[in-house]
C-alpha cells in the first residue's frame, strides 16, 4: 500500500507548548525509527521500536520527548515544553524487520518550528 | 561516540563530470547504507554494503565499502541533472545487534546544465 506518512506536515509551536507528530509506518513493518534534522544535517536518530517495545531511546535529547507505539503499528512522538533549539524536521521511517539490517523507508518528515 | 563524516560538504559539477562522496566512521561498522534526499524531500534508499571490500553499481553509480569496513564511498559517472541532491551514508556500528543508524554529514550535490 501506501508509504510512510506523517501528520502533520508543518506545526508552529510558541516556545512552552506540547506537541504530537504522528507517524504512520508501512503496514507489516515491525521496526520503528524516530529522527531529528536540523536544517542543513544529517539525520540524527531519536529512538527505535521493535514492535510495541521500545528498545532504544539513546538519542531523545532531553526527558521533555517521549515516544509511543502502543500497539506495534502508529507511532506517536510528543515534545513537551517545547524551546527553539526542537526547531527542526522529525522524520519517522520503518523497516521490515530488525534494525539497522533492512532499508528504512522514510515518511515526509513534519517541519516544527518554535517561536 | 560513533561518528561518520563525510566528505564533501558540498560538490558543484558540470553536467558530464563524474561525482564522488566519501564517507569514514570512526569506528568498524557491520554495514552502511547509502540513500539520496532531493531539496525538500526525504531520504531515500539507495544501497547497502555488509561484506569487506564490497562494490556494487546500480547504473552509473558505484558504491565500495572498505576493506576495514571503517570506510565507503559513492562515485557517479557522467552526471545528470536528476542527481541533484544530497546524498547520505549511514552506518550500523559493529558487533551488530545496535539498533539505530548513524547517518553521515551528508554531501550535498549540484549540477549545473
Known amino acids: 500500500g501506501a508509504g510512510v506518512s506523517q501528520s502533520p506536515r508543518y506545526k508552529v509551536a510558541k516556545r512552552g507548548q506540547d506537541v504530537a507528530l504522528r507517524c504512520d509506518p508501512i503496514?507489516?513493518?515491525?521496526?520503528l525509527f524516530w529522527y531529528q534534522q536540523a536544517l542543513g544535517q544529517g539525520p540524527e536518530f531519536l529512538t527505535y521500536f521493535q514492535n510495541e517495545a521500545q528498545l532504544d531511546k539513546s538519542g531523545l535529547p532531553s526527558d521533555r520527548f517521549f515516544a509511543e507505539r502502543p500497539e506495534g503499528s502508529v507511532s506517536t512522538l510528543k515534545i513537551q515544553r517545547t524551546q527553539q533549539e526542537d526547531s527542526a524536521v522529525y522524520l519517522c521511517?520503518?523497516?521490515?524487520?530488525?534494525?539497522?539490517?533492512?532499508?528504512?523507508?522514510f515518511g515526509p518528515g513534519t517541519r516544527l518550528t518554535v517561536t | 561516540g560513533q561518528q561518520v563524516m563525510q566528505i564533501p560538504q558540498y560538490q558543484h559539477v558540470q553536467e558530464g563530470e563524474d561525482f564522488t562522496t566519501y564517507c569514514n566512521s570512526s569506528t568498524t561498522l557491520s554495514n552502511i547504507q547509502w540513500y539520496k534526499q532531493r531539496p525538500g524531500g526525504h531520504p531515500v534508499f539507495l544501497i547497502q554494503?555488509?561484506?569487506?571490500?564490497e562494490v556494487k553499481k546500480q547504473k552509473r553509480l558505484t558504491f565500495q565499502f572498505g576493506e576495514a569496513k571503517k570506510n565507503s564511498s559513492l562515485h557517479i559517472t557522467a552526471t545528470q541533472t536528476t542527481d541533484v541532491g544530497t546524498y547520505f551514508c549511514a552506518g550500523r556500528s559493529h558487533p551488530s545487534g545496535a539498533n539505530n543508524l548513524f547517518f553521515g554529514t551528508g554531501t550535498r550535490l549540484t549540477v549545473i546544465p
Open positions: 503496514s507489516g513493518h515491525v521496526s
Open positions: 521511517a520503518s523497516s521490515l524487520a530488525v534494525a539497522g539490517v533492512y532499508e528504512q523507508y
Open positions: 554494503l555488509v561484506k569487506s571490500g
